[in-house]
């Protein structure tokens, strides 16, 4: 749900969004996240609010939903995604690859949001799972390293 000062409108022509997520890895797993009700696994993170630097917004946003403080890390993807329903959706996403720190216990999801559920998958596996959005589970599976640019 919009807080208010997000980076995310909706008018006449559609919606769009400006959102920061976390590539949060452990070994060869990747955290997934879920809202009650929603039906599908994601990437934890969340909207960007005006005047705040991405690296700050998803630091936040970790810090509500996961509970742990963490940096920004290194950004590796500009998703483009454009969705169509009953109307247009945009959304930019700025995602950021960061790895779980060995001295944090894998379950230790303490956050603040309500209703989010929280798991590892293995990126092998992201494919056999409910995953939004679905055009990114190959990009996740092979990952080249280099900031990458993606329109799905």
Known sequence: MAAAGDISWHGPYGTFNLRVAAILTRGEEILLCTVEGLGYWFLPGGRVRFGEQAGAALARELAEEIGHEFPAGELAFVVENIYAG????????L???LAWPAALDR???RGSEPGHTFRW?????????????????????????TLRHIVL
């Open 86 to 93: 009953e109307e247009i959706g945009h959304e930019i996403g």
């Open 121 to 145: 998958a293995p990126a092998a596996g992201l494919g056999s799972l409910r995953f939004e959005p679905a055009r990114l589970v190959r990009v996740l599976q092979h990952p080249s390293g």
């Open 107 to 109: 379950d230790d999801l």
């Open 95 to 97: 995602y950021y690859r």
